[in-house]
């Protein structure tokens, strides 16, 4: 039956029911005595299942709960026609005096999925089992969680068992209801004339009293063990209805053993077992309120999850189902399957439903869960809506991350080369000018002292005014040239710092610090070696918040604190200057450098300091283990004193000399091109250039 036509059908019911209800209602009214219930409630607990049934049935027409409680509430008005004291009336309510247990009995084995143990339950769950963690994700997602698909609860009994069971109950529930009674009338004598009585026989009814007393002993039985044996999510929607059914089967049973209403009352029995009727249908309806306070969970849900870790996602969606052994499945890396939080292969043991969870027709993930989760299904839906949505955002937030760094490790590598081209290129063609400048230099020095001396260099006269003014010249080209020359340095240590690359993030910020007009204190005992694109990282932040303390702070220290825990580096930069730094860093430096860390999963903060100040903080996952320190802690790359292995004994530049000099120049300061007099080194002893003989003269130009 379609969907559309089932709840046509369940409101075609109820309207019935409806009126039916309301015709017995008031051709029995003025008819009720002590021991019958009232009309009031009567009317309750009938329009009570009426509407429940419909509203179970227009919301899971494909269940069969909601027809049943349409059914029982019909059945419940059809018992009270035996009140009436017109014979007529009278005899066909005896008839129907267990019409509504009929119903109920196949009602409360079959509630909450709406249909009977089978034989076949479980074998979903382990086709293709290839051990007790039953088969990968991968071979099962694509059998979608269906309402109907299985039990509810995890049977432990044999499925032939339960099945056998569950229709022995059902049939002999019936059997009594719409067989035994029936034939019982015609031996059953009333204070309303039965018109259909043959011979009173009292042991028969005793007889049915006992019957349905064994009946209801085992619908208890059936509901106990049915709770014993289901998963929490399970036992959570049958709890109430095993309250409820326990509870009135007793009252019932031990009212039929004692005696019908008729003939021996008991008041108490009989209004505990009514009230236990009364309360069946609002236990489905408290499973539907149970529904929407899950829709509270799912909103806490929304709430919680945003860029969650896998296992606070995989926490969070448990509680939100009230499935603690839910597990979450994520695709995996090689796009073979899925795997769970902490990495490894999914399956899907028997007795478990999974789920897929889709994205725009894409799925970005699992869940593995308790089947009895399929009975609050607008909120398993919304949970797993919810998880879809955040894992497909999550794996949008991956790819933009990972964009990101691609695009920062392109750019850090184009500096890394323009720097490279500097150093290779311009560099070294300021560095030749500057030896040509200074033969040239050298050259006029000895020009200017043959003219002094009356002699000639290369043929040519010395002294002169224009030997003045010429080393003149080219002294100041060769003071630009220095100039040009050391602001090139700076500009291609700007680009890439090439001492970090050479020497790690600590020596590369004490040469950055050496450069400051501030005090820069620097605390990165045991700092390990770092992984380049975190330490380059790292380096610009204090790059930039020492920037931004020079610009703003008026400070006079600042403190660079670095340290390795938990698999994190944690780095911050204080300041003693003025504070009031805008938290959200909304300046386009910290802007970028925001961008560089969240790149590598690591967080940024600004905030002022606990004596004023700011304080920028960053931390940064390290990818995994590293390259320990050695016996003292320090960085193994670093010399004992804990500096640079590049750098001498002194913290000065391995490639300076001791005196904090070019190592390219000689002990006196000079260039080490040049000989010990300061000369260039091309040219002999006598500051003459190589190419010239010994008197000075050059060997080619002119004849000794």
Not at 158 to 171: E, F, I, K, Q, S
Not at 200 to 211: G, I, M, N, S, Y
Not at 285 to 295: D, F, K
């Amino acid at each position: 039956m379609s969907p559309r036509r089932s709840r046509r059908t369940a409101v075609a019911l109820a309207g019935v029911g409806a009126v039916f209800g309301a015709f017995v209602l008031v051709l029995v009214a003025d008819d009720r005595h002590a021991d019958s219930t009232s009309t009031v409630f009567s009317g309750a607990v009938g329009g009570l299942y009426l509407g429940a049934g419909l509203a179970a049935r227009w919301r899971r027409p494909d269940n069969a709960v909601g027809l049943l409680m349409l059914l029982v509430g019909i059945g419940w008005f059809a018992e009270d026609l035996q009140i009436s004291t017109d014979p007529a009336v009278h005899t066909v309510g005896l008839f129907l005096r267990s019409a509504s247990s009929g119903f109920l009995i196949p009602l409360l084995l079959v509630f909450p999925d709406g249909r009977l143990r089978s034989r076949h339950d479980g074998e979903d769950g382990e086709e293709g089992e290839g051990g007790e963690t039953g088969p990968p994700v991968v071979a099962v997602v694509d059998r979608r969680a269906h309402p109907v698909a299985a039990p509810v609860v995890d049977r432990r009994a044999h499925p032939v068992t339960a099945a056998v069971v569950d229709r022995t109950l059902v049939a002999a529930g019936c059997a009594v209801a719409f067989v035994l009674v029936p034939v019982s009338v015609f031996f059953h004598a009333s204070v309303t004339p039965n018109l259909l009585l043959l011979h009173p026989v009292r042991d028969l009814h005793e007889v049915v009293e006992a019957v349905q007393f064994v009946m209801s002993g085992a619908v208890v039985a059936v509901l106990v063990w049915r709770w014993a044996t289901a998963t929490p999510p399970a036992r959570r929607a049958l709890a109430p209805l095993l309250v409820v059914g326990v509870v009135g089967a007793l009252a019932s049973g031990l009212d039929g053993a004692f005696g019908s209403a008729s003939e021996s009352s008991h008041p108490p029995l009989i209004t505990v077992a009514h009230l236990t009727v009364l309360l069946l249908p609002l236990t489905f309806l408290a499973g539907v309120w149970r529904v929407r306070l899950g829709r509270t969970a799912v909103a806490e849900l929304l709430r919680r999850m945003p860029l969650a870790s896998r296992a606070e996602l995989r926490e969070a969606l448990a509680k939100a189902l009230g499935d603690r052994s839910l597990q979450v499945g994520f695709p995996a890396p090689d796009g073979t399957g899925y795997v769970d939080v902490e990495g490894r292969p999914l399956s899907v043991p028997p007795g478990r439903q999974a789920t897929d969870l889709e994205r725009d027709g894409r799925r970005v993930g699992v869940l593995v869960h308790d089947p009895a989760l399929r009975e609050d299904r607008y909120v398993l839906e919304a949970v797993v809506s919810a998880a879809a949505l955040e894992l497909d955002n999550q794996a949008l937030v991956a790819e933009l991350r990972e964009s990101r760094r691609r695009v920062i490790e392109a750019g850090d590598e184009q500096r890394r080369e323009v720097e490279r081209a500097l150093h290779d290129g311009a560099q070294q063609k300021f560095i030749n000018l500057g030896l040509r400048l200074r033969l040239a230099r050298r050259r006029v020095d000895a020009w200017e002292a043959g003219g002094a001396s009356g002699g000639s260099v290369g043929g040519v006269p010395g002294g002169g005014a224009g030997a003045v003014e010429l080393a003149g010249m080219l002294d100041d080209a060769l003071a630009m040239l220095e100039q040009g020359h050391a602001e090139l340095r700076v500009a291609a240590r700007g680009i890439h710092p090439v001492v970090l690359s050479e020497a790690g993030l600590v020596p590369a910020l004490r040469s950055l610090a050496s450069d400051l007009p501030l005090t820069v204190d620097i605390h990165a005992a045991g700092l390990p070696p770092l992984p380049e694109p975190i330490e380059l990282t790292a380096y610009y932040v204090v790059k930039e918040a020492i920037s931004n303390v020079l610009r703003h702070a008026d400070a006079e220290t600042v403190r660079v604190e670095l340290r390795c825990e938990d698999g994190a580096l944690r780095l911050s930069v204080t300041d003693d200057g003025v504070g009031g730094a805008d938290p959200a860093g909304g300046g386009t430096g910290l802007l970028g450098l925001r961008h560089r860390v969240t790149a590598y999963d690591g967080e940024l903060s600004v905030r002022g300091g606990p004596d004023g100040g700011t304080v920028v903080a960053v931390t940064l996952p390290t990818g995994g283990e590293r390259k320990p320190p050695d016996e003292d802690g320090r960085d193994g790359s670093l010399d004992q004193g804990g500096r640079d292995g590049l750098l001498d004994r002194g913290g000065r530049d391995g490639l300076l000399d001791r005196g904090g000099r070019d190592g390219l120049l000689d002990r006196g300061g000079r260039d080490g091109l040049l000989d010990r007099g300061g000369r260039d080194g091309p040219l002999d002893q006598g500051g003459r250039e190589e190419p010239l003989d010994q008197g000075g003269r050059e060997e080619r130009g002119e004849p000794g």
